[in-house]
């Protein structure tokens, strides 16, 4: 094959390498959706969707940029639907667990203005939702 017929094929299988790569898409995964704003000890509501039939869901809150050492664990689970679904209706938590310190933990009350992170376990998925705190 002359040198460059080679780099001509070489080039256009790469194009189509990456064009192929750029279109096409992933298994759609988990979703959790919810209000935009949330006040501490008031009920809300995040709706969950694309998780495993029948699968526990459990939940944690945290401020955003701090999931590693702060969180709080919203206390129950909720069951998928067949379709994969879930309202989520809790009470959101009025402090969080700030562990920077693995002696000693301590509770923090939520600032207003301080972005929270909702991550939603399921069996072997998970999905977040960010919100504001408000009030």
Known sequence: MPRGLARTTVAALATAIAVSAGTARAAPGPTVRGPATVVPGR???FHAQ????GSALNLVVSPAGKASCCAVRIPGSFLASESGGA???FRMPPRYL???????????AWKRGRR???????YLEQATATTLIAG
């Open 43 to 45: 009920v809300v509501v």
């Open 50 to 53: 694309g998780f495993h039939a």
């Open 87 to 89: 309202a989520l209706r």
């Open 98 to 108: 700030d562990c920077t310190n693995p002696w000693h933990c301590t509770k923090v």
């Open 116 to 122: 929270a992170v909702l991550t939603v376990f399921g």
